[in-house]
């Protein structure tokens, strides 16, 4: 009887210690931060994920400081540009806007949701803690499938400008542009082509961050934050990390193996075959400045000047475009249009910073005394 007794209570202890694991990894699921409205959002490539304890008690306190925006507000008009104002405010005293992006982003949304409750607004911005003015810019080309659900994405950042570049349309994309007091539109007859697209956008637009996504591929607005924050915290270019979506080195194509190269002989491995080849990526005013904006025209140049001359650049979150990419007949198959481009366009870098840095860039010649003793001492 004693022995059935003892039995018992430990099947008993067993079964509450494993519902209390399951209990504890659906609320670190819910509460992580990484899931919203049923999907996941883009893996960020940096910082750790907070615990669900202190990452509840965090969504707690910002819900709370945004309803509490609301209430101080004196004036009738409660909106998005006040919300921002707020939190900004809030972040800073709070230092909120210290903490890694996933922390912030899960801040910024409960802040956002408080506000919007208590001022009985429906789709207010994501509010962030930007010290500097954001441009986002969108180059399109017969896109107006797509174009309206990517604008959507971006109205709801704090922006300053929209900039929308349609190059070579014969479509509606320039009717389905929202007439909204942050976009500007410039349209081309001609076809421009991307990289050209963005360089002209560069060239307009004010801010202090330029964010550059193109119109065939809806980016959620979460998942484009990452990038301001980063250039806002000091960055010079956020490029998106593909690398979680690329196949081992002896299946990769051309295009992957020279953006990998082109880093590794500018002295930063750590960058692997991210590039501002990929979108969406940004830069900062800095950025511009020192490389130029005719360089843009040709993304892997302009990412070699800014690394040669000192710039700062980061991966900060991956997001998935190439299952996205809109396939065409110039971007498909073996060899095609746009990967002999872009072969082309790295061999120019590389030939660009040659010109300053010497045919052997960074890497020195050793003789054959000094490589007989490299190799024996392996």
Known sequence: MVMVTRQTMKHRRKRRSGSLTRLRGAASRRTSGFIRKGRRLARPSTGKRYASAPLQHLKAK?????????????????????????????????????????????????????????????????????????????TASNEEKTLPAVLAELRKLPLH?????????????????????RITRLSFPERLGHDV??????????????????????????????????????????????????PPFSQQDEVTRCKAFLNLALGHPELKANSLTAVPNALSRRAVRTVGITALVVPPKAQALALVRGLKAVAPISVDVIRKNRLRTS???????????????????LGEVMKTEGVRLRFSTLGRSELAKVRNAR
């Open 62 to 138: 910002a819900w709370a400081a945004g309803v509490r925006a609301v209430a101080a507000q004196d004036r009738a008009e409660k909106g998005s540009p006040h919300m921002q104002d707020c939190f900004q405010a809030w972040a800073q005293a709070e230092r909120v806007d210290q903490l890694p992006f996933t922390a912030l982003l899960t801040a910024s949304l409960a802040y956002r949701r408080g506000y919007a409750h208590a001022a009985g607004l429906s789709k207010p911005w994501i509010p962030l803690p930007l010290k500097g003015r954001a441009s986002a810019i969108v």
């Open 161 to 181: 400008e929209i900039i929308v570049v349609l190059n070579g349309c014969n479509d509606a994309s320039f009717a389905v542009v929202d007439r909204d007091p």
């Open 197 to 246: 697209g963005r360089a002209i956008g560069a060239a307009v637009a004010t801010g202090d961050i330029l964010l550059f996504t193109d119109g065939d591929m809806c980016v959620a607005a979460e998942d484009l934050a990452a990038f301001l924050i980063a250039i806002d915290r000091g960055e010079d270019l956020a490029l998106n990390d593909l690398t979680p979506h690329l």
């Open 331 to 349: 971007n498909s198959g073996a060899g095609n249009a746009v990967a002999q481009m872009i072969v082309g366009d790295h061999l120019e870098a």
